[in-house]
T-cell receptor, first 114, second 114 residues
Framework: AQSVTQLDSQVPVFEEAPVELRCNYS??????LFWYVQYPNQGLQLLLK??????LVESINGFEAEFNKSQTSFHLRKPSVHISDTAEYFC????????????FGRGTSLIVHP | NAGVMQNPRHLVRRRGQEARLRCSPM?????VYWYRQLPEEGLKFMVY????????ESGMPKERFSAEFPKEGPSILRIQQVVRGDSAAYFC????????????FGEGSWLTVV
């Protein structure tokens, strides 16, 4: 069985401030990890993913996440947020070689204030 | 548009009616997932299908809900005798079917039961 915990349901920040959205997972096998972003009334879009190799992965719009196996975490960070980053962010885990079904966290609402 | 296509985007049904939600996966994808999103509850897995085969339906309610993915045509999520509690956003996702694959989401179908 696998599970994902997103510790913060809502994270308010001011524009240009740094932000970290936390994600912890549990799994009995090796994992693949994903962050998705959802804008209002839209579907989920892949932001970045970790499959193997470098533990630090980056997106094209300045987000990054680091896979930490010892702490079973995959926190999402951005050094300077924009108003347009306001959205719901979902962390997801898939077990390697096992279930093909991703398990999602409950989501973190990032609210960027001017 | 080569993405995952869902329709209708919005559907209103009276209690007791049937709702049918359709999903066409991305080109080249043979695996489809259905998730339900309720306010404050994140994404809940419902069912995972391959062409003509249900692989995992552990998240499907035992009654009134069914899903299929025929050899030809879109995947269908069918909800019979809808109740107010079925009001939610229903998301379809697809993948090529390997364990490390990213799953890609459609824009969702918003069901409102009045």
């Amino acid at each position: 069985a696998q599970s994902v915990t997103q510790l913060d349901s809502q994270v308010p920040v001011f524009e240009e401030a740094p932000v970290e959205l936390r994600c912890n997972y549990s799994s009995s096998v090796s994992v693949y990890l994903f962050w998705y972003v959802q804008y209002p009334n839209q579907g989920l879009q892949l932001l970045l993913k970790y499959l193997s190799g470098s533990t630090l992965v980056e997106s094209i719009n300045g987000f990054e996440a680091e896979f930490n196996k010892s702490q079973t975490s995959f926190h999402l960070r951005k050094p300077s947020v924009h108003i347009s980053d306001t959205a719901e962010y979902f962390c997801a885990v898939k077990g390697e070689g096992g279930s093909y079904i991703p398990t999602f966290g409950r989501g973190t609402s990032l609210i960027v204030h001017p | 548009n080569a993405g995952v296509m869902q329709n209708p985007r919005h559907l209103v049904r009276r209690r007791g009616q049937e709702a049918r939600l359709r999903c066409s996966p991305m080109k080249g994808h043979s695996h489809v997932y259905w998730y339900r999103q309720l306010p404050e509850e994140g994404l809940k897995f419902m069912v995972y299908l391959q062409k003509e085969n249900i692989i995992d339906e552990s998240g499907m309610p035992k009654e009134r809900f069914s899903a299929e993915f025929p050899k030809e045509g879109p995947s269908i999520l069918r909800i019979q005798q809808v109740v107010r509690g079925d009001s939610a956003a229903y998301f379809c996702a697809s993948s090529p079917g390997l364990s490390g694959d990213t799953i890609y989401f459609g824009e969702g179908s918003w069901l409102t039961v009045v």
